[in-house]
Protein backbone atom coordinates (compact mmCIF):
# COMPACT_ATOMS: atom_id res chain seq x y z
CA UNK A 1 0.00 0.00 0.00
CA UNK A 2 1.40 3.56 -1.05
CA UNK A 3 1.82 5.23 2.26
CA UNK A 4 1.75 8.78 0.07
CA UNK A 5 -1.48 10.92 -0.82
CA UNK A 6 -0.53 11.98 -4.00
CA UNK A 7 1.38 10.67 -6.81
CA UNK A 8 4.06 13.97 -8.56
CA UNK A 9 7.14 12.88 -9.52
CA UNK A 10 9.53 9.46 -9.56
CA UNK A 11 12.56 11.80 -7.88
CA UNK A 12 10.94 11.03 -4.54
CA UNK A 13 9.02 7.82 -5.01
CA UNK A 14 11.12 4.73 -3.65
CA UNK A 15 12.18 1.73 -5.55
CA UNK A 16 10.02 0.04 -3.37
CA UNK A 17 6.98 1.97 -4.25
CA UNK A 18 7.82 1.40 -8.32
CA UNK A 19 8.26 -2.18 -7.84
CA UNK A 20 4.49 -2.26 -5.51
CA UNK A 21 2.94 -0.10 -8.75
CA UNK A 22 3.99 -2.48 -11.54
CA UNK A 23 3.12 -5.54 -9.64
CA UNK A 24 -0.63 -4.32 -9.03
CA UNK A 25 -0.32 -3.03 -12.50
CA UNK A 26 0.26 -6.50 -14.21
CA UNK A 27 -2.50 -8.24 -12.23
CA UNK A 28 -4.80 -4.61 -13.20
CA UNK A 29 -3.54 -5.65 -17.17
CA UNK A 30 -5.27 -8.94 -16.59
CA UNK A 31 -8.98 -7.49 -16.36
CA UNK A 32 -7.89 -5.30 -19.69
CA UNK A 33 -8.08 -9.25 -21.59
CA UNK A 34 -10.85 -9.96 -20.20
CA UNK A 35 -14.23 -9.87 -22.50
CA UNK A 36 -16.24 -7.83 -19.43
CA UNK A 37 -13.64 -4.99 -18.22
CA UNK A 38 -14.84 -3.55 -14.65
CA UNK A 39 -14.06 -4.39 -11.36
CA UNK A 40 -15.27 -2.63 -8.28
CA UNK A 41 -12.07 -1.44 -6.55
CA UNK A 42 -13.34 2.55 -6.88
CA UNK A 43 -16.92 2.09 -6.42
CA UNK A 44 -18.29 5.20 -4.38
CA UNK A 45 -14.87 7.66 -5.54
CA UNK A 46 -14.79 10.61 -7.51
CA UNK A 47 -12.02 11.20 -9.82
CA UNK A 48 -11.59 14.87 -11.68
CA UNK A 49 -9.17 15.21 -14.74
CA UNK A 50 -8.55 18.84 -14.70
CA UNK A 51 -6.09 19.18 -17.82
CA UNK A 52 -4.74 22.63 -18.51
CA UNK A 53 -2.93 21.53 -21.61
CA UNK A 54 -3.91 19.40 -24.72
CA UNK A 55 -4.34 15.57 -24.32
CA UNK A 56 -5.61 12.33 -26.09
CA UNK A 57 -3.57 9.39 -24.42
CA UNK A 58 -2.88 10.57 -20.85
CA UNK A 59 -6.33 11.99 -20.57
CA UNK A 60 -8.35 9.32 -21.66
CA UNK A 61 -6.25 6.42 -19.95
CA UNK A 62 -7.02 7.95 -16.78
CA UNK A 63 -10.83 8.12 -17.64
CA UNK A 64 -11.03 4.09 -18.86
CA UNK A 65 -9.08 3.21 -16.13
CA UNK A 66 -11.28 4.69 -13.16
CA UNK A 67 -14.68 3.45 -15.39
CA UNK A 68 -13.59 0.08 -15.16
CA UNK A 69 -13.01 0.31 -11.49
CA UNK A 70 -16.67 1.56 -11.20
CA UNK A 71 -15.19 5.27 -9.85
CA UNK A 72 -17.67 7.83 -11.02
CA UNK A 73 -15.35 10.61 -13.41
CA UNK A 74 -15.80 14.12 -14.23
CA UNK A 75 -13.36 16.02 -16.59
CA UNK A 76 -12.82 19.68 -16.54
CA UNK A 77 -12.26 21.52 -19.51
CA UNK A 78 -10.70 24.50 -18.87
CA UNK A 79 -11.27 26.41 -21.49
CA UNK A 80 -15.00 26.37 -20.53
CA UNK A 81 -14.61 26.53 -16.92
CA UNK A 82 -14.33 29.20 -14.44
CA UNK A 83 -10.38 29.26 -14.71
CA UNK A 84 -10.85 31.31 -17.94
CA UNK A 85 -12.56 34.03 -15.23
CA UNK A 86 -9.16 34.28 -13.28
CA UNK A 87 -9.98 31.47 -10.68
CA UNK A 88 -6.90 30.55 -8.74
CA UNK A 89 -5.41 27.01 -9.21
CA UNK A 90 -5.83 26.75 -5.59
CA UNK A 91 -9.54 28.34 -5.20
CA UNK A 92 -10.55 25.53 -8.24
CA UNK A 93 -8.61 22.82 -6.16
CA UNK A 94 -10.56 24.01 -2.57
CA UNK A 95 -14.14 24.00 -4.84
CA UNK A 96 -13.20 20.31 -6.09
CA UNK A 97 -12.12 19.13 -2.44
CA UNK A 98 -15.80 20.82 -1.93
CA UNK A 99 -17.38 18.79 -4.72
CA UNK A 100 -16.05 15.80 -3.08
CA UNK A 101 -13.25 14.09 -4.92
CA UNK A 102 -11.12 11.89 -4.08
CA UNK A 103 -8.51 12.39 -6.71
CA UNK A 104 -7.43 15.27 -9.06
CA UNK A 105 -5.45 14.69 -12.20
CA UNK A 106 -4.15 17.42 -13.38
CA UNK A 107 -1.99 18.36 -16.29
CA UNK A 108 -0.30 21.79 -16.32
CA UNK A 109 2.29 23.91 -18.15
CA UNK A 110 3.80 25.23 -15.09
CA UNK A 111 6.21 23.06 -13.43
CA UNK A 112 5.04 22.18 -9.49
CA UNK A 113 1.52 23.28 -10.26
CA UNK A 114 0.82 19.62 -9.23
CA UNK A 115 2.08 19.74 -5.96
CA UNK A 116 1.40 23.29 -5.20
CA UNK A 117 -2.74 21.93 -5.75
CA UNK A 118 -1.39 19.06 -3.45
CA UNK A 119 -0.72 20.81 -0.67
CA UNK A 120 -3.81 22.77 -0.78
CA UNK A 121 -6.80 20.02 -1.44
CA UNK A 122 -7.42 17.14 0.62
CA UNK A 123 -8.17 14.70 -2.84
CA UNK A 124 -5.22 13.20 -3.92
CA UNK A 125 -3.15 14.42 -7.04
CA UNK A 126 -1.76 12.36 -9.84
CA UNK A 127 0.77 14.88 -11.77
CA UNK A 128 -0.50 14.05 -15.53
CA UNK A 129 2.59 16.52 -16.61
CA UNK A 130 3.86 19.31 -15.39
CA UNK A 131 5.84 21.80 -17.85
CA UNK A 132 9.11 20.51 -18.48
CA UNK A 133 9.42 18.66 -14.90
CA UNK A 134 8.01 14.93 -14.58
CA UNK A 135 4.92 12.86 -15.76
CA UNK A 136 4.96 10.03 -13.60
CA UNK A 137 2.85 7.87 -15.01
CA UNK A 138 3.84 7.59 -18.62
CA UNK A 139 7.34 6.88 -17.26
CA UNK A 140 5.77 4.06 -15.19
CA UNK A 141 4.29 2.11 -18.11
CA UNK A 142 7.40 2.61 -19.96
CA UNK A 143 8.71 0.85 -17.08
CA UNK A 144 5.78 -1.43 -16.73
CA UNK A 145 6.51 -2.45 -20.95
CA UNK A 146 10.24 -2.80 -20.70
CA UNK A 147 9.71 -4.89 -17.62
CA UNK A 148 7.07 -7.03 -19.76
CA UNK A 149 9.50 -7.42 -22.55
CA UNK A 150 13.03 -8.56 -19.94
CA UNK A 151 11.81 -9.56 -17.12
CA UNK A 152 14.14 -6.96 -15.02
CA UNK A 153 15.60 -3.97 -15.13
CA UNK A 154 19.88 -4.80 -14.51
CA UNK A 155 22.01 -4.03 -17.11
CA UNK A 156 19.47 -3.21 -19.38
CA UNK A 157 20.57 -0.18 -21.57
CA UNK A 158 17.98 2.71 -22.45
CA UNK A 159 18.56 4.81 -24.75
CA UNK A 160 16.18 7.73 -24.81
CA UNK A 161 16.50 10.23 -27.93
CA UNK A 162 14.95 13.56 -29.17
CA UNK A 163 14.01 17.17 -27.59
CA UNK A 164 15.37 15.80 -24.03
CA UNK A 165 14.82 19.77 -22.97
CA UNK A 166 11.15 20.08 -22.96
CA UNK A 167 10.43 16.55 -21.80
CA UNK A 168 8.75 15.65 -18.66
CA UNK A 169 8.75 12.22 -19.78
CA UNK A 170 12.66 11.97 -20.41
CA UNK A 171 13.28 13.18 -16.75
CA UNK A 172 10.66 10.74 -14.89
CA UNK A 173 12.32 7.80 -16.84
CA UNK A 174 15.70 8.82 -15.65
CA UNK A 175 14.74 8.94 -12.23
CA UNK A 176 12.97 5.96 -12.23
CA UNK A 177 15.12 3.88 -14.27
CA UNK A 178 17.96 4.87 -12.41
CA UNK A 179 16.36 3.53 -9.27
CA UNK A 180 15.83 0.25 -10.94
CA UNK A 181 18.82 -0.12 -11.83
CA UNK A 182 18.88 0.51 -15.69
CA UNK A 183 21.30 2.64 -17.35
CA UNK A 184 20.41 5.50 -19.47
CA UNK A 185 21.95 7.46 -21.90
CA UNK A 186 20.23 10.57 -23.63
CA UNK A 187 20.93 11.26 -27.25
CA UNK A 188 20.06 14.58 -28.52
CA UNK A 189 21.52 17.55 -30.12
CA UNK A 190 23.44 20.29 -27.93
CA UNK A 191 20.87 22.91 -28.11
CA UNK A 192 18.13 19.95 -26.95
CA UNK A 193 19.78 18.71 -23.57
CA UNK A 194 18.83 20.22 -20.21
CA UNK A 195 21.37 22.16 -18.47
CA UNK A 196 20.96 20.19 -15.52
CA UNK A 197 21.32 16.86 -17.90
CA UNK A 198 25.38 15.99 -16.05
CA UNK A 199 23.66 15.81 -12.34
CA UNK A 200 21.17 13.08 -13.41
CA UNK A 201 23.44 10.82 -13.71
CA UNK A 202 23.29 9.51 -17.65
CA UNK A 203 25.56 9.00 -20.55
CA UNK A 204 24.78 11.74 -22.47
CA UNK A 205 25.71 11.82 -26.49
CA UNK A 206 25.60 13.71 -29.84
CA UNK A 207 25.85 10.59 -31.91
CA UNK A 208 22.93 8.50 -32.55
CA UNK A 209 24.79 6.03 -34.57
CA UNK A 210 27.01 5.32 -31.21
CA UNK A 211 24.42 5.59 -28.88
CA UNK A 212 22.15 3.17 -29.78
CA UNK A 213 24.48 0.63 -30.71
CA UNK A 214 23.63 -2.51 -28.15
CA UNK A 215 20.69 -0.57 -26.72
CA UNK A 216 17.53 -2.92 -25.70
CA UNK A 217 15.25 -0.06 -25.45
CA UNK A 218 15.19 2.87 -28.17
CA UNK A 219 12.67 5.44 -27.05
CA UNK A 220 11.97 8.51 -29.53
CA UNK A 221 10.51 11.67 -28.09
CA UNK A 222 8.50 14.12 -30.24
CA UNK A 223 10.18 17.55 -30.87
CA UNK A 224 8.00 19.76 -28.73
CA UNK A 225 8.10 22.67 -31.27
CA UNK A 226 5.49 24.45 -29.23
CA UNK A 227 8.07 24.96 -25.87
CA UNK A 228 10.71 26.14 -28.01
CA UNK A 229 12.13 29.27 -29.19
CA UNK A 230 13.36 29.20 -32.46
CA UNK A 231 16.68 28.29 -33.59
CA UNK A 232 17.28 25.08 -31.86
CA UNK A 233 17.88 22.71 -34.77
CA UNK A 234 18.33 23.97 -38.36
CA UNK A 235 15.46 22.05 -39.62
CA UNK A 236 12.87 19.56 -39.51
CA UNK A 237 14.68 17.58 -42.23
CA UNK A 238 17.95 18.00 -41.50
CA UNK A 239 17.05 16.78 -37.33
CA UNK A 240 15.59 13.87 -39.09
CA UNK A 241 18.72 13.07 -40.92
CA UNK A 242 21.26 13.31 -37.73
CA UNK A 243 19.14 11.98 -35.34
CA UNK A 244 15.90 10.08 -36.99
CA UNK A 245 15.35 6.38 -35.75
CA UNK A 246 15.04 4.79 -39.03
CA UNK A 247 15.39 0.89 -39.93
CA UNK A 248 19.03 1.41 -40.70
CA UNK A 249 20.23 3.19 -37.71
CA UNK A 250 17.95 0.64 -35.44
CA UNK A 251 19.61 -2.33 -36.79
CA UNK A 252 22.31 -1.38 -34.65
CA UNK A 253 20.61 -1.71 -31.61
CA UNK A 254 20.75 -4.99 -29.52
CA UNK A 255 18.83 -7.83 -31.83
CA UNK A 256 15.64 -8.41 -29.22
CA UNK A 257 15.44 -4.47 -28.74
CA UNK A 258 12.32 -2.57 -28.49
CA UNK A 259 10.93 1.06 -30.20
CA UNK A 260 9.02 3.10 -27.65
CA UNK A 261 7.48 6.36 -27.79
CA UNK A 262 5.02 8.44 -25.58
CA UNK A 263 3.00 9.60 -28.21
CA UNK A 264 2.11 11.80 -29.92
CA UNK A 265 4.60 10.75 -33.03
CA UNK A 266 5.99 13.34 -35.57
CA UNK A 267 6.15 10.57 -38.21
CA UNK A 268 9.02 11.07 -40.22
CA UNK A 269 10.68 13.86 -37.75
CA UNK A 270 11.91 11.39 -34.62
CA UNK A 271 11.42 8.68 -36.09
CA UNK A 272 10.21 6.88 -39.50
CA UNK A 273 6.91 5.14 -40.35
CA UNK A 274 8.69 2.03 -41.10
CA UNK A 275 10.22 1.83 -37.48
CA UNK A 276 6.86 3.20 -35.74
CA UNK A 277 4.78 0.17 -37.37
CA UNK A 278 8.01 -2.33 -37.28
CA UNK A 279 7.85 -5.47 -35.30
CA UNK A 280 10.03 -3.88 -32.71
CA UNK A 281 7.55 -1.35 -32.06
CA UNK A 282 5.59 -1.51 -28.51
CA UNK A 283 4.20 1.82 -29.00
CA UNK A 284 0.71 0.30 -28.97
CA UNK A 285 0.92 -2.24 -26.77
CA UNK A 286 2.46 1.10 -24.28
CA UNK A 287 -0.82 2.58 -24.77
CA UNK A 288 -2.60 -0.40 -23.22
CA UNK A 289 -0.31 -1.05 -20.23
CA UNK A 290 -0.99 2.80 -19.33
CA UNK A 291 -4.28 2.12 -18.49
CA UNK A 292 -2.90 -0.96 -16.12
CA UNK A 293 -0.54 0.94 -15.07
CA UNK A 294 -3.24 3.86 -13.83
CA UNK A 295 -5.55 1.50 -12.28
CA UNK A 296 -2.63 0.15 -10.18
CA UNK A 297 -1.99 3.79 -9.33
CA UNK A 298 -5.85 4.87 -8.67
CA UNK A 299 -6.35 1.67 -6.58
CA UNK A 300 -2.81 2.12 -4.50
CA UNK A 301 -4.11 5.71 -3.55
CA UNK A 302 -7.66 5.51 -3.55
CA UNK A 303 -9.29 2.54 -2.72
CA UNK A 304 -6.67 0.55 -0.44
CA UNK A 305 -5.55 3.81 1.94
CA UNK A 306 -9.27 5.57 2.53
CA UNK A 307 -11.67 1.88 2.14
C1 LIG B 1 3.85 13.57 -23.64
C2 LIG B 1 3.54 14.75 -22.75
O1 LIG B 1 2.48 15.35 -22.83
O2 LIG B 1 4.41 15.04 -21.95
N1 LIG B 1 2.77 12.89 -24.14
C3 LIG B 1 2.08 11.97 -23.37
O3 LIG B 1 1.65 12.26 -22.29
N2 LIG B 1 1.92 10.74 -23.86
C4 LIG B 1 4.89 13.86 -24.63
C5 LIG B 1 4.64 14.89 -25.70
O4 LIG B 1 3.78 15.76 -25.59
O5 LIG B 1 5.38 14.85 -26.69
Known amino acids: MLKRKDLLGLKDVTREEIEEILALA ?18 GKS ?5 YENSTRTRTSFETAAKIMSASTTSISVATSSVSKGETLIDTGKNLDAICADAIIIRHSMSGAPHLLAKNVRASVINAGDGLNEHPTQALLDMYTMKEHFGSFEGLKVVIAGDIKHSRVARSNIWG ?3 MGASVTVCAPKTLLPAEIDKMNVTVSSNLDECIKGANVVMGLR ?8 GLFPSVAEYHAFYGIDAKRLRNA ?3 AIVMHPGPVNRGVEMSSEVIDGDQSVILPQVT ?3 AVRMAILKLLLAEKRG
Open 47 to 51: VITLF
Open 177 to 179: LNK
Open 254 to 256: DGD
Open 289 to 291: NGV
Open 26 to 43: AQMRKVLDQSAKKTTDLQ
Open 223 to 230: MQLERQQA
